[in-house]
């Protein structure tokens, strides 16, 4: 099961930032949070990932709380195109037998409106 | 920008019968996934591969499914005997790393079984 909850849906307007929370209270020192979206069927595209910084890159920018159970999504100028599903998820590193696979959630439905 | 390329895009098949969905990976990535994907359900991990074996498979990936990479760039899931049920999105990752790395996704391939 994921090891993330999210809200099952959120609106924002056009041209101002979406803000997508994510909670992940259980989550371990060597985890990273990372999120990808899904535009209608496509492939999951990756977004950002962190540790425990925040982080920011062309896309989004990631806030981690100082405690690290909780972080937001943020895209700064939402567009049309944004609309997807967004995942939030933890990943652990290290470990002989860690395979690297992502558990997905069901994710955040963001609708982008004109 | 390098990307993971799926082919064919839509498999339509009768059950019973026998599919291959083909990957190929981005060229320096060394470790290899395939996800499905159910109508209307969230993306599941079915198998990780690397050093041409299987490193971890979910409950899903029974003894139908099998994958190979048989030529250093293809990566190939298979599907012995279709069943109604398999009608899914397959989608194929890849990352250069196990536990760090970010994994990039291909754009799927549709599977429908009648």
């Known amino acids: 099961d994921a090891k993330t909850t999210q809200p099952p849906s959120m609106d924002c307007a056009e041209g101002r930032a979406a803000n997508l929370p994510c909670n992940h209270s259980?989550?371990?020192?060597?985890?990273?949070v990372y999120w990808y979206r899904q535009i209608h069927s496509q492939g999951p595209q990756y977004i950002i990932h962190?540790?425990?910084n925040n982080e920011t890159n062309e896309m989004a920018s990631l806030i981690i709380t100082e405690d690290r159970k909780s972080s937001t999504l943020i895209l700064p100028h939402a567009t049309l195109r944004d609309t997807a599903v967004y995942y939030c998820i933890v990943r652990a590193t290290g470990g002989s037998s860690n395979t690297g696979k992502l558990i997905f959630g069901q994710g955040t439905t963001l609708q982008v409106k004109p | 920008e390098p990307e993971v390329t799926q082919t064919p895009s839509h498999q339509v098949t009768q059950m019973g019968q026998e599919v291959i969905l083909r990957c190929v990976p981005i060229s320096n990535h060394l470790y290899f996934y395939w996800y499905r994907q159910i109508l209307g359900q969230k993306v599941e991990f079915l198998v990780s591969f690397y050093n041409n074996e299987i490193s971890e498979k979910s409950e899903i990936f029974d003894d139908q499914f099998s994958v190979e990479r048989p030529d250093g760039s293809n990566f190939t899931l298979k599907i012995r005997s279709t069943k109604l049920e398999d009608s899914a999105m397959y989608f194929c990752a890849s990352t250069t790393g196990r536990n760090t790395d970010t994994q990039y996704f291909g754009p799927g391939t549709r599977l429908t079984v009648l």
């Open positions: 259980t989550i371990s020192g060597n985890e990273y």
């Open positions: 962190g540790l425990k």
